[in-house]
């Protein structure tokens, strides 16, 4: 039977959701705190580059299994994205005391000894079928998510309670994250600009800013939807075709 004290440390770990990181040596900003301490079932973070987001999401993938045993799936446009996802939960869990442990593993995925699974898939909608009632569904680099990943994805949270953590830089004023954030229901919603993280110095984003150019730095730092360069149409137009046909399928 597990002492009180044992028992004691998991309930005051269970209710401080910044431990994780903290015990990795990456004491979370305030905006990281916020999203390890939501409760939102439907979450859209929008972000600068190199905030912290897969640092994040790694931290709110542990507190799942830790917590709250289950299935948490990691997503991302391509299977190699979601593999350095997982390589990034792997090293903050090695950094851990008192952690479940470990029963199977290998370079996609970890069972720990409470039931939970964290499993990176790979980025294409036909191969992710299966997997029923994830505790947890966290999207890194979600605007490069093609759709069809996207729609295949939503069904499995048909039967549970299941929450989804979609974050990334903007890529556009296309596809499903963009359609979301600017028209979604149900879903919360976080900015995070570059000025918004105290490991990006302004001195280094006014450099940036000279380097891209107005519009690229508007995309990567200042999570401004632009108009991609080899987009055909110009947003407002796709937006005002779609206004005249309904909209897209998933909304
Ligand atoms: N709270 C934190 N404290 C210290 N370092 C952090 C923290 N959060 C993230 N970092 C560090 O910042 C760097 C960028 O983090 P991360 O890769 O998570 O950002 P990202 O937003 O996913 O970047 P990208 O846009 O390139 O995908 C990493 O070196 C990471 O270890
Ligand atoms: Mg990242």
């Known amino acids: 039977m597990a002492s009180l004290s ?16 903290r015990e990795a040596d990456l004491p979370p900003d305030p905006w990281q705190v916020d999203l390890l301490e ?22 709110l993938a542990l507190n799942q299994a830790f917590y709250d045993p289950g299935l948490i799936l990691l997503i991302a446009p391509a299977q190699r994205q979601s593999v350095e ?3 990034k939960v792997r090293e903050i869990y090695g ?8 029963v199977n593993e290998s370079a996609m995925r970890m069972e720990l000894d409470n039931g939970s699974r964290i499993i990176a898939l790979p980025g294409t ?14 999207i890194d680099e979600a605007s490069r998510v093609e759709d069809a990943l996207f729609a295949g994805v939503r069904p499995m949270l048909a039967t549970n309670q299941g929450r989804m953590v979609a974050l990334t830089t903007p890529y556009g004023r296309r596809g499903w994250f963009y359609e979301c954030w ?10 995070i600009t570059a000025h918004d993280c105290p490991r990006i110095a302004p ?3 006014d450099n940036e800013r000279r380097m891209l150019g107005e519009w690229q730095y508007k995309q990567e730092f200042e999570c401004q939807f632009v108009d991609t360069e080899e987009q055909f149409f110009s947003g407002e137009l796709i937006e005002a075709a779609l206004r005249d046909t309904g909209g ?3 909304m």
């Open 203 to 205: 001195d280094w984003l």
């Open 182 to 191: 600017e028209h979604g229901e149900g879903w919360q919603r976080t900015k």
């Open 85 to 87: 996802l997982f390589k």
């Open 248 to 250: 897209p399928l998933w």
């Open 125 to 138: 909608e036909a191969t992710i079928r299966g997997y029923s009632a994830p505790k947890l569904i966290v």
């Open 6 to 21: 044992a028992l004691a440390r998991d309930l005051s770990n269970a209710l401080d959701r910044t431990r994780i990181m």
């Open 95 to 102: 950094r851990q005391t008192g952690a479940p442990k470990i």
């Open 38 to 59: 939501s409760d939102h079932d439907r979450h859209l973070v929008m972000c600068s580059r190199q905030a912290g987001k897969s640092t994040t999401v790694a931290g």
